[in-house]
């Protein structure tokens, strides 16, 4: 089954990579981010800030053609900082762009995908939906919150074929994660080597970055009919982090 897929967060990282997996198999994909995305793959590209309704409102507009059927929050920023050092416009930012840009995303897509008796949303949330890291709490509140989000849009959706479900990976090593090794290093004073080694992969029992092939596949799992039954789910690559 052919899909049109809008994928916010898609210049970088994840998103891209998600990006150039569904449009190499074939299906229409709306690669979405703050600017233009340039990207080589045959997709539409559309800028907007996922956590302003009216711009969301104008770039729903410009697909009315080809209106999503799936969508993937995958839009992100991380900041990592004491809550008494945390900026208050930032950490509001934070849940506007993970959370509340989520909902509008879905408030937004819903009705295309109630008209087609079809849809998928996944959500981009993280092994930070399910536990803490000390110094996250913007990001941890916003990855936790998508969850409970998610269960409640997947009550709204018990009539139609339409799942709600929420991928929780522990570290991808993306621009996002690189940004937060080399900050570490300085802070501690280590080598990138060793926050790698001592920080980052140290809760994970597997002691490896979750790949972008792995977040694909799992993304496809839930887009296929079989997945139909999950939702309002996480779906953790952690690498064993919260089997400890
Ligand atoms: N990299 C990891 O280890 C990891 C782990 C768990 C979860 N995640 C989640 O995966 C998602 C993607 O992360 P990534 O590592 O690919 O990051 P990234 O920084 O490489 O890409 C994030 C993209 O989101 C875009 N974005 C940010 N704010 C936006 C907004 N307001 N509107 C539209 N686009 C916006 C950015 O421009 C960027 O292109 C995020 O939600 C992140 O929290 C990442």
Not at 89 to 97: G, H, S, Y
Not at 103 to 128: C, D, E, Q, W, Y
Not at 195 to 203: A, H, N, S, T, Y
């Amino acid at each position: 089954m052919s899909h049109s897929i809008l994928i916010t967060g898609a210049a970088s990282g994840i998103g891209l990579a998600l990006t150039r997996h569904f449009a190499a198999q074939g299906h229409r994909v709306i690669a979405c981010d703050l600017q233009r995305p340039q990207i080589d793959a045959p997709v539409r590209k559309l800028a907007f800030d996922v956590a302003d309704a009216a711009q969301i409102e104008r770039a729903m507009a410009q697909v009315v053609d080809n209106p999503p059927d799936v969508l993937i929050n995958n839009a992100g920023l991380q900041h990592v900082a004491p809550l008494e050092e945390f900026p208050p416009e930032r950490w509001q930012q934070l849940i506007a762009v993970m959370l509340t840009g989520a909902a509008l995303l879905t408030r937004a897509t819903l009705p295309t995908m109630r008209r087609k008796g079809f849809g998928r949303i996944v959500n981009i949330g993280s092994i930070h939906s399910l536990v803490a890291s000390p110094y996250k709490s913007a990001y941890v509140a916003a990855k936790h919150g998508l969850v409970g989000f998610s269960k409640s849009i997947a009550l709204e959706t018990r009539d139609c074929d339409i799942t709600i479900n929420t991928v929780c990976p522990s570290y991808v090593k993306t621009p996002l994660v690189d940004s937060q090794i080399d900050a570490l290093a300085t802070r501690h004073g280590l080598t990138r080597d060793q926050v790698i080694e001592e920080i980052m992969l140290k809760p994970m029992p597997k002691r490896q970055f979750i790949g972008l092939d792995e977040l694909a596949g799992t993304v496809e799992f839930l887009l296929s009919a079989t997945a139909r039954n999950i939702t309002g789910q996480c779906i953790t690559l952690d690498g064993g982090w919260t089997a400890q």
